[in-house]
């Protein structure tokens, strides 16, 4: 008996701990770090933003939309907050903007999401009036909100959903000196058809372009493109460089931080497309 049990001494102290199996390690580090790694990010933007407006406010200090009041509470306090001060969050597409033609005086926003575009075209006289299609009602009622804070309620109308339906409401001067911007997450293939493209082919439309989330995405996109180019001379865009050098409020932050101002929380990169009216003068240069 105890030959025995000194061989089964040896064997144990011979025998390896178990091991859990690499490849279980692997299949539930693959499934759960996506989501570990966004919420993370996440967490670290809006602590940057929080930061950002504690020390600086909630107005946007920068860019054509300086001066816009966007945050009055810290719980308001959205990731993106860091980009929208700095003036710097879609910077291509206030740029386009900022390029309209000096008689269209009027903005008509679809998704107009809080009203970062919706009031942002208005603090600084960049359009004298605003039209803010959103489909969702707390944004509505955020909107609303943010146009009282920024004395800009009689300048922003709010409306819901918008469909192919909705220009139909409008004059046609109108919307021949309106400028027309587009964020509504796939949307843009179901309003833009052939009769709305019709309707708007005076206006300057910018469209936010998400064909990958859509079935068919390919397919709708070429079909929509050789609709609008019937009408408009069509130029494509994306996100570009950024410099930071310029703002000194950001001097004591970690190379890492400095650009986590930039993020935009986006799942790829994303394209615009600008349209312009044939035969209508842009930026004092014929399109």
Same mark, same amino acid.
């Given at each position: ?13 011979? *025998?390896? #701990? %178990?091991?859990?199996?690499?490849? /279980? ?7 759960? $770090? &996506?989501?570990? =790694?966004?919420?993370?990010? =996440? ?8 930061? /950002? ?8 200090? $920068?860019? #054509? ?13 959205? #990731?993106? $907050? #860091?980009?929208?001060?700095?003036? /710097? $969050? ?9 390029? =309209? &033609? ?19 075209? %208005? ?34 109308? /709010? ?40 309707? %708007? ?32 001379? %069509? ?34 990169? *994303? ?5 312009? &009216? ?10």
């Amino acid at each position: 008996m105890k030959m025995r049990t000194l061989v089964q001494l040896r064997l144990l102290k011979q *025998m390896k #701990p %178990l091991e859990f199996p690499k490849k /279980i390690v692997r299949f539930f580090i693959a499934l759960v $770090y &996506p989501y570990i =790694h966004k919420r993370i990010l =996440h967490i670290h933007r809006t602590r940057i933003a929080k930061d /950002i407006f504690k020390n600086h406010g909630g107005s946007i200090a $920068y860019g #054509p939309f300086k001066g816009l009041k966007m945050i009055a509470e810290a719980d308001a306090v959205s #990731p993106d $907050y #860091p980009s929208m001060y700095f003036g /710097i $969050y879609e910077q291509e597409v206030i740029n386009s903007l900022a390029a =309209h &033609p000096a008689n269209y005086n009027n903005f008509i926003n679809l998704g107009a999401g809080d009203g970062y575009y919706s009031l942002g075209v %208005l603090i600084n006289g960049l359009f004298q009036s605003s039209m803010a299609f959103e489909e969702s009602i707390s944004r509505q009622k955020r909107l609303s909100e943010l146009a009282l804070l920024n004395n800009l309620q009689e300048k922003v109308q /709010i409306f819901g959903r918008a469909d192919f339906e909705s220009f139909k409401k409008f004059p046609e001067t109108l919307l021949a000196n309106s400028v027309i911007l587009s964020d509504v997450e796939g949307g843009e293939f179901d309003i833009f058809n052939s009769e709305t493209i019709k309707l %708007l082919k005076d206006s300057v439309i910018i469209i936010e372009i998400h064909d990958f989330l859509v079935s068919n995405g390919e397919e709708k996109l070429n079909k929509l493109k050789n609709e609008l180019m019937f009408y408009f001379n %069509l130029t494509s865009f994306t996100t570009s460089e950024r410099d930071l050098s310029k703002f000194t409020e950001l001097n004591d932050y970690s190379d890492v931080d400095r650009w986590f101002t930039c993020i935009e929380g986006r799942g790829k990169q *994303m394209a615009w497309w600008r349209l312009d &009216p044939k035969n209508v003068v842009v930026s004092n240069r014929l399109l």
